[in-house]
Structure formats: structure tokens, C-alpha cells
């Protein structure tokens, strides 16, 4: 929803802050940066995944031949029973696909190289390539993951992501390319560089972490006791 909301959202910056804003918000632009920021955060977040044993891929024993003999040395396995994978589907201890190392490699050498694209003003090449990788991957990897995608055939997750690749290439028939012109990282850098700004992103971020730090299916506690042998 966010990728299909996106250029609408800076249409109606730029219609209704314009002239405070002392020119328009490019839209293709923009939605390359936010599409290589996705890859990055997307990438990066996939280690959190692996910390927790969520999004967990399809038991390598269960794999046809020809695709077991690839994971057979190189996969994962979990232990804990507060890992996601052990108490949702028992796979504790289990051999299975590695999905979110391979995800998380995939968008961040994706975010890398759409970065590169970026700064090198070419926009619309970085949104291709961010758009195809993130979610013609996401349409694939689905089918290698068993954690639970939903009752039906095809998860909404796939249908989304082949949603949005049509959505996305009809764009140009309703917005202007964006200009040639390079960016400049030091004046971003310096935008960024402002107490508002600062002060902004850390009640965020606090914001966030109260409020998604806390498991709402794990608990811990906390037990001293005494080591009599050394009284």
C-alpha cells in the first residue's frame, strides 16, 4: 500500500506546499529512494528474523531432489523453544532453507546497487531494479517459506507484489521523469543536521521500540539464589 500510495502522497505535497517547498518533490525520484530505502531496511531487517526464528523457510527433508541437494550443506537450523519456528510449526532442530539470509543478501546488494544508480541520477533505472528484485523475490520466496502465508494457494503477499509491478510501470503515463539533474548528498546530510529533525526521529524511535520492543508471545524472569558451597 505504501509503494502504491507513494507518488500520490508527493503529488499532493507538491500541489498543496509547492512554493514553501521552492520547487516540486521530483516523483520518480522519490519513489526510487523510497524503493532502495525499502530494500535496505527490508535487507536489514531480515536479521532480526533470524534472530527471532520467524519467516522461517520449508524443512529441507521436504524439498524435491534436485533443490535438497543446494540446501543440504548450506541451511539452518534453530534451537529454544522461544524461537517462532519451534512453538508455530515444531521445526525446532530441523535442517531448513536459509530464506532470510538469502533475502536479506539479495536487498542489500539491491540497495547498494540502486544507491549507486541513484547518485548517478539515473532514477528511473534504480526504482526498476529495486521494484523487480524486492518484489518479483517476494513472489518467489513465498513459495520457499512454511511458516503460515494464509489459507489459500497464493498468499496476499504474492498478490500484492505482482500487483505492484504493473501499477509501477504504468506510473510514467501520469507523472513527468524526473529531472536530470545529480543529487547532493552534503545538502541532504545537512537537511538531516537539525534539532527538529533529530529530536523527531528519536521520539520515534522510542516510540517504537516501546511499543514493538515487547513480545506478545514470550515472557522471561528474572532468579537470584544462593551458592551455599561458598557461605
Not at 32 to 46: C, D, H, K
Not at 140 to 150: K, N
Amino acid at each position: 500500500m505504501g509503494i502504491m500510495l507513494a507518488p500520490w502522497v508527493v503529488s499532493l505535497v507538491n500541489w498543496s506546499g509547492g512554493k514553501q517547498l521552492g520547487a516540486p518533490i521530483p516523483v520518480i525520484a522519490s519513489l526510487a529512494a523510497i524503493m532502495t530505502s525499502y530494500a535496505f531496511g527490508e535487507g536489514l531487517g531480515r536479521l532480526a528474523c533470524i534472530s527471532f526464528g520467524c519467516c522461517y523457510g520449508k524443512p529441507v527433508s521436504k524439498l524435491p531432489p534436485a533443490i535438497r541437494r543446494v540446501f543440504a550443506r548450506w541451511h539452518f537450523v534453530f534451537a529454544g523453544e522461544t524461537k517462532k519456528i519451534a512453538y508455530a510449526s515444531g521445526l525446532e532442530g530441523e535442517r531448513v532453507i536459509p530464506i532470510q539470509a538469502l533475502t536479506s543478501g539479495l536487498y542489500l546488494s539491491t540497495s547498494l546497487l540502486t544507491t549507486l544508480l541513484f547518485l548517478r541520477s539515473s532514477y528511473s533505472a534504480a526504482l526498476a531494479v529495486s521494484l523487480f528484485v524486492t518484489q518479483g523475490w517476494r513472489v518467489v520466496s513465498e513459495t520457499l517459506r512454511a511458516d503460515h502465508r494464509g489459507n489459500g494457494t497464493i498468499s496476499a503477499y504474492q498478490v500484492m507484489g505482482m500487483l505492484t509491478l504493473p501499477y509501477v510501470l504504468c506510473l510514467p503515463l501520469f507523472f513527468a521523469a524526473s529531472p536530470s539533474s545529480e543529487p547532493n548528498v552534503l545538502a541532504g546530510l545537512r537537511s538531516l543536521w537539525n534539532p527538529a529533525v533529530v529530536l523527531f526521529l528519536q521520539g520515534l524511535w522510542v516510540a517504537l521500540f516501546v511499543f514493538f520492543g515487547k513480545s506478545m508471545v514470550t515472557g522471561s524472569a528474572i532468579s537470584f539464589h544462593v551458592h551455599h558451597d561458598r557461605i
